[in-house]
């Protein structure tokens, strides 16, 4: 229960930190330990009902794809919203 709640508390802070634009999905899946997916699925879960940062979130998950070749990374934000 400890190892949950302490698990909650890290993707809560990272989605916190996103969500003010404090941070990005790299740097907080670096600082909290989390993968990148599950912070997006944090995000999506507190955010999906704002179109605007849903698009916002896509948007930024496209650039990061592209700036890193990684079309794998846009993909998973695609399937984290749907």
């Not at 907080?28 to 916002?56: E, H, Q």
């Not at 650039?63 to 079309?71: C, I, R, V």
């Amino acid at each position: 229960m400890a190892t949950h709640l302490a698990r909650k508390e890290r993707l809560d802070y990272a989605v916190r930190e996103y969500a003010e634009g404090k941070a990005s999905l790299s740097e907080l899946a670096k600082k909290t330990g989390l993968d990148a997916p599950t912070i997006m699925d944090g995000i999506v879960s507190v955010s999906g009902k704002d179109k605007a940062a849903l698009d916002a979130f896509l948007a930024a998950a496209k650039t990061l794809s592209k700036l890193n070749n990684d079309p794998e990374f846009y993909e998973l934000a695609v399937k984290a919203v749907s």
